[in-house]
């Protein structure tokens, strides 16, 4: 299985940028880095997907080397409804093995006021 | 559309008794799949369905569990009997493959919370 690692947490304040890393190592040719948010109660929720460099929605940037060993989720501005944990995978998106769809301790990210 | 639904969304439920929590995945998704979430383990995946057949079923603890899916828009995980280790947040997920926008990525349920006392 393709292993990520994470922080298993991190602290931050209103306002601040927070920068989220995941070492993947053993990263394959074809693989992307995903990443979901899973908030108290509820199931995990799709924010970001990237290959390489970099990638940018409403949500979340996503900062990928060029040796793609590593992966940053970048939060501009965290408001205290960005805590919550958040997830890294590595895997073919179109692939249903397991290594694509296994999910690691993730960063549980506390933002106070 | 409504998303992935789960029933029910809290059980308590005794040692031994039969418990079965129900999923309708988004309409037009060809897979599915069951995970399990404890402090302990964090999310498992048990099983997962391509087109309602069941592809992998390593992750499914024991034979007290089984799943089903018996048409594109519901499955079922049934624990029985079900034991006090059983307790955890089973969530259900399902994914659209494909070039589309949206696709491949997993679209979870809001889980079902199982207490076994």
């Known amino acids: 299985l393709a292993k990520t690692t994470q922080p298993i947490s991190m602290d931050s304040y209103e306002g601040q940028e927070v920068n989220i890393t995941c070492s993947h190592n053993n990263i394959a040719t074809n693989d992307y880095i995903t990443w979901y948010q899973q908030f108290p109660s509820q199931g995990p929720r799709f924010i970001i997907q990237g290959y390489k460099t970099k990638v940018t929605n409403e949500v979340a940037s996503l900062f990928i080397p060029a040796d793609r060993k590593s992966s940053t989720l970048s939060l501009p501005r965290v408001s205290l409804s960005d805590t919550a944990v958040y997830y890294c995978?590595?895997?073919?998106?179109?692939?249903?093995?397991?290594?694509?769809?296994?999910f690691g301790s993730g960063t549980r990210l506390q933002v106070q006021p | 559309d409504a998303g992935v639904i789960q029933s029910p969304r809290h059980e308590v439920t005794e040692m031994g008794q039969e418990v079965t929590l129900r999923c309708k995945p988004i309409s037009g998704h060809d897979y599915l799949f069951w995970y399990r979430q404890t402090m302990m383990r964090g999310l498992e995946l048990l099983i997962y369905?391509?087109?309602?057949?069941?592809?992998?079923d390593s992750g499914m603890p024991e034979d007290r569990f089984s799943a089903k899916m018996p048409n594109a828009s519901f499955s079922t995980l049934k624990i029985q009997p079900s034991e006090p280790r059983d307790s955890a947040v089973y969530f259900c997920a399902s994914r659209l493959t494909g070039e589309s926008s949206g696709a491949n990525v997993l679209t979870f349920g809001a889980g079902s919370r199982l207490t076994v006392l």
């Open positions: 369905f391509n087109n309602n057949v069941p592809i992998d």
């Open positions: 995978l590595v895997g073919v998106p179109m692939d249903t093995g397991r290594r694509a769809l296994t």
